[in-house]
């Protein structure tokens, strides 16, 4: 008896997207899965209810769309009621899922039976936006785990406190790391999903569903492995939010006004009202769901305000008038002067000075790591890749995203 998934995609006005994630699920050997495209479009010429009615695998696909035009996070979980299988997998709509990665968890599943499975993602890179799926750089991501294991066990509530102590910044955390625990960088099982939903209502919170699901999942399940290879082909792409929020503050804004709970979210962030810093939207739903459900959650302030700190220095941000950027500014100095006291405030510039230094050597060690792109235009070897653990990344020129497979 093999173990059937749900692989879910709430997407809007994405129909190329979709269509590529319905390609490289035809490579898939594995039959006992169910696709669930929640379709929250506004525009009739970006659904995607073609593209699902004329793919080879729409007897497996349930395609949907919410009565009304939904929020991100809502769609989210409008999605969730039509998953019927053992283990729930969420998918942003640039996330493809790998050849025998179904039969990969399949393999698991037979030694043991998880609460949560997780896997680090290969990257694709296209030389030019937006001809996503043209000429690019495959990057091999390499896990940490030997060859000899299929998997590894590691505690939900140890990986959960790594991550609310924030040692690490979100953008230097290693593949695992970043990963473990996200049900849309590996899957749930369904008893999993029930018990968050009886405890708090739903599995997906503002601001950010992949990291409040991520939260709750740790903090309820009991057992977690993680895949000792890459489930799926993550595409870079402009029209991330995540990752143009991180830079440009208008769109972190528009994304924020979308929610429901907005402007009242404005208020509960750590530093309030400042929006332009992906750290502190983060951070907001750590400390949103330790009040709201009280979790045991061990939050370091001092590493998230430095990282925020980070975030509104970074040079590569696109501020939206100078106004705009003097304010945000503002409101940092006013809130480390009025709720940190003097020991605080001498730990976080610490910690800020400690940072500056450690970026420089970052910065040293990322241009020493360039020399060793592999310059080789081999699909094959590409493969051959893939199926090996690496200690370092290496990127493989590719023609297209569909000739790795």
Not at 215 to 221: E, N, Q, T, V
Request: aromatic share 12%; with cysteine; glycine share 4%.
């Amino acid at each position: 008896m093999t173990t059937k998934f749900s692989l879910v995609y709430p997407t809007r006005h994405r129909p190329q997207f979709i269509e590529m994630a319905l390609k490289c699920l035809e490579r898939q050997e594995y039959e006992n899965f169910e696709i669930i495209i929640s379709d929250n479009y506004t525009d009739d010429n970006a659904a995607c209810y073609k593209i699902c009615n004329e793919s080879p695998l729409f007897e497996k696909i349930r395609y949907v769309k919410p009565p009304n035009p939904l929020g991100m996070v809502e769609n989210w979980n409008f999605s969730l009621e039509f998953a019927t299988g053992e283990y729930v997998c969420y998918f942003t709509d640039k996330m493809f899922v790998l050849p025998g990665t179904l039969s990969a968890l399949d393999q698991v599943l037979k030694k043991t039976q998880p609460e949560i499975i997780n896997w680090i993602d290969d990257k694709y890179i296209p030389n030019s936006f937006p001809d996503y799926f043209g000429a690019g750089y495959y990057r091999v991501e390499s896990g940490k785990l030997l060859e000899s294991y299929q998997y590894q066990e590691y505690d939900p509530q140890e990986e959960l406190s790594k991550k609310t102590i924030a040692s690490v910044s979100r953008n230097e955390q290693d593949p695992s790391h970043y990963a473990r625990g996200k049900v849309c960088f590996g899957c749930f099982r369904q008893s999993l999903v029930s018990k968050i939903i009886r405890k708090t209502g739903i599995l997906f919170h503002d601001i950010s569903p992949d990291y409040t699901s991520m939260i709750l999942g740790l903090s309820y399940a009991e057992s977690a492995v993680e895949l000792i290879r890459s489930g799926i082909v993550h595409i870079t792409t402009d029209l991330s939010n995540g990752a143009q929020s991180a830079i440009k503050d208008k769109l972190a804004l528009d994304f924020l006004t979308s929610l429901n709970s907005f402007p009242r979210l404005l208020s509960e962030l750590l530093v309030p009202h400042l929006y332009s810093s992906q750290h502190n939207i983060v951070s907001h739903d750590y400390l949103s769901l330790k009040r709201r459900f009280d979790l045991d959650l061990k939050f370091n302030e001092v590493n998230w305000l430095t990282y925020i700190y980070e975030d509104l220095a970074n040079g590569g941000r696109e501020w939206s008038s100078q106004e705009i950027k003097n304010e945000h500014f503002s409101i940092f100095s006013e809130y480390l002067a009025s709720r940190l006291n003097e020991s605080e405030r001498n730990e976080l510039e610490a910690a800020i000075e400690r940072r500056i230094h450690e970026n420089k050597s970052i910065l040293k060690i990322n241009l020493e790591n360039n020399r060793d792109v592999l310059p080789i235009d081999a699909l094959n070897i590409a493969r051959q890749l893939k199926s090996k653990s690496y200690s370092t990344k290496i990127n493989v020129p590719c023609n297209h995203l569909l000739d790795v497979f």
